[in-house]
């Protein structure tokens, strides 16, 4: 399986910024579709944004205009520039890499974005 790792959280004020990284460690990472999800406390994990292997983007609603996922498929990463940032994106965020066709459905431990309001 692939190994993810995501870094990058921390603390954050309303209003600020941060950038999430997540590293996959795999030669096929240009094949792999990849996203980030998040989970708040007491809810449901969703999916916040996606990034396929041609590069194509889709957000959630809730983030779109203020976060922007890329890839660096030389450093096989994919990073979440998180702006303008709200109380209500405090959650843990996961990076999940994917492919159907190499079967392939790996997380990452999760990173924790506090934003405090």
């Known amino acids: 399986q692939v190994q993810v790792v995501e870094s990058g959280g921390g603390l954050a004020q309303a209003g600020g910024s941060l950038k999430l990284s997540c590293a996959a460690s795999?030669?096929?990472?240009?094949?792999?579709?990849m996203e980030w999800h998040r989970q708040a406390p007491g809810k449901q994990r969703e999916l916040v944004a996606t990034i396929t292997s041609e590069g194509d983007t889709n957000y959630a609603d809730s983030v779109k205009g203020r976060f922007t996922i890329s890839r660096d498929n030389a450093k096989k990463t994919v990073g979440l520039q998180m702006n303008s940032l709200k109380s209500e994106d405090t959650a843990v965020y996961y990076c999940?890499?994917?492919?159907?066709?190499?079967?392939?459905?790996?997380w990452g431990q999760g990173t924790q974005v506090t934003v405090s309001s």
């Open positions: 795999t030669y096929i990472f240009k094949s792999l579709i």
């Open positions: 999940n890499a994917k492919s159907t066709y190499y079967s392939v459905d790996s």
